[in-house]
C-alpha cells in the first residue's frame, strides 16, 4: 500500500489528461489550416504526390489573379475533411477559424469541391452546378473554375463591371497552360498508348491556338457585352474539349473534343467580329506565333533551330532566337513521325478519318 496513492493517483490521472489532450492537438493540426494562415493556396503532398508543389503555385496563380480583380480567395487540395461529417462543414469551419473575409474553395479526392464565402450560399451552390465543375477530372482545375464560379464573376450575362468576366480571365491565365502540359495531360500521355498520344497531341495544338486568339482579344479594352459573352463561351468550350481529351482513355475517345472544339472556334469568330476585328481567312494559325501558335500573338520575326527562313513568331522566340538559342517548332506526331505542327490536316480530319 502506498501512502497517499489518492492524490498521486489524481495527479496521475491529470498528467494522463494534460498529455492526452496535449496528444490529441498534436495529432489533428490541420495541415491546410496551418498552411491557409499565411498564404492563399494550399495541395496536400497526399493527394498529388510529385506534383504537389506545380500544383500549389498553379492555384497560387489562380488565387492572385481573383485577388487582383476584387475577389480575394484561399485555395486548397486536401487530403479529406480533417475530422469534419462533410466538405462543406470543414471549409465552413476552416473560414470562421482564419477568420477570413473572402472566398474558400476546397476539394478533396473522391469528395465534392465546395465553396463558402460572403454570397449565399444557394447561390455557390446554384452558381457550382450550372457549372458542372464537379465533374472536371483536373482537381487543380476543379478548384480554379469552381473559384471562379462562387465568387459570383459575371459569366455570361456581360452585365456588371466593365472588365472580362473572371471566368475568362482566369481560365486563359491558368486552364490549359504549361501547367496543365507538366501534370495532367503530360503525365496521362506517358501511360497511354502512342496512338491516344498522337490523337491528343494534334487536337491540344489546335485548342492552344483557340486559347491563345481568346487571350488575344481579351486584351482588348472596353469589350461589348456581345465580346464579353462570345469570349466567355469560347473559353468554356476550349475548357470543355481540354477535359475531353484529358478523359479519353482510347484514341477515338479523343474526338469528343471535336464539337467543342468546333462551338469555341465559332464563339471566337463572333467576339473577333463584335470588337470589330473579323478573323481573316488564313486558318486557325494565321497571325500566331509560327513556332508555337499557343505561344500567342506574332508581333516579330525568328528563324526557327529547323529551318532557315524568318518565320512571324511571337517576342520571346524572337529574342531566344537574336540571343543564339533559335527555338525548335511545336511538332505533332503523323504517321510515326513527327511534324510541324502545321504540316497536319485538322485534328478532326484525322479523328473522323
Ligand atoms: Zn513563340
Known amino acids: ?37 499565411s498564404r492563399d493556396a494550399y495541395v496536400s503532398p497526399q493527394t498529388l504526390g510529385p506534383a504537389t508543389v506545380a500544383g500549389e503555385a498553379r492555384l497560387a496563380e489562380a488565387a492572385e489573379s481573383l485577388a487582383g ?57 446554384r452558381d457550382l452546378r450550372a457549372g458542372r465543375v464537379g465533374q472536371i477530372a483536373d ?18 450575362d456581360g452585365a456588371g463591371s466593365g472588365t472580362l468576366g473572371v471566368t475568362v480571365l482566369l481560365a486563359l491565365a491558368v486552364i490549359g497552360g504549361a501547367w496543365a502540359a507538366a501534370w495532367g495531360l503530360r503525365r496521362e500521355a506517358r501511360r497511354a498508348s502512342a496512338a491516344l498520344a498522337g490523337e491528343r497531341a494534334r487536337v491540344r495544338v489546335e485548342l492552344d491556338a483557340l486559347r491563345a486568339r481568346a487571350r488575344t482579344l481579351a486584351s482588348r479594352p472596353d469589350p461589348s457585352p456581345a465580346a464579353r459573352g462570345a469570349l466567355d463561351r469560347a473559353v468554356a468550350a476550349y475548357s470543355e474539349a481540354l477535359v475531353q481529351i484529358e478523359r479519353a482513355r482510347r484514341p ?27 478573323l481573316e481567312d488564313g486558318g486557325l494559325y494565321e497571325g500566331l506565333c509560327a513556332i508555337d501558335p499557343g505561344h500567342g500573338a506574332a508581333t516579330s520575326m525568328a528563324v526557327s533551330a529547323d529551318g532557315d527562313e524568318a518565320l512571324p513568331a511571337c517576342e520571346q522566340c524572337a529574342h531566344d532566337a537574336a540571343a543564339g538559342r533559335p527555338p525548335s517548332r511545336r511538332v505533332v506526331p503523323i504517321g510515326g513521325r513527327h511534324e510541324p505542327f502545321d504540316e497536319a490536316p485538322p485534328a478532326r480530319e484525322i479523328l473522323s478519318g
Not at 10 to 21: P, Q, R, V
Not at 139 to 156: F, K, L
Not at 259 to 276: F, V, Y
Open 1 to 37: 500500500m502506498i501512502p497517499g496513492s489518492g492524490p498521486l493517483r489524481l495527479f496521475a490521472a491529470l498528467l494522463t489528461l494534460a498529455g492526452g489532450a496535449t496528444l490529441a492537438t498534436a495529432a489533428t493540426p490541420d495541415p491546410a489550416l496551418q498552411a491557409l494562415r
Open 69 to 125: 480583380s476584387g475577389h480575394p480567395v484561399k485555395l486548397a487540395i486536401v487530403a479529406g475533411p480533417s475530422g469534419a461529417p462533410s466538405m462543406l462543414t470543414y471549409a465552413r469551419r476552416l473560414k470562421r477559424t482564419l477568420a477570413y473575409q473572402g472566398t474558400i474553395v476546397v476539394t478533396a479526392p473522391s469528395r465534392p469541391v465546395v465553396a463558402v464565402g460572403p454570397r449565399a450560399p444557394a447561390a455557390i451552390t
Open 139 to 156: 482537381p487543380i482545375q476543379r478548384v480554379v473554375e469552381a473559384a471562379g464560379r462562387a465568387v459570383g464573376a459575371p459569366i455570361d
Open 252 to 278: 477515338e475517345e479523343v474526338r469528343r473534343a471535336v464539337p467543342p472544339l468546333d462551338r469555341g472556334l465559332a464563339a471566337l469568330a463572333e467576339a473577333a467580329r463584335a470588337l470589330g476585328e473579323p
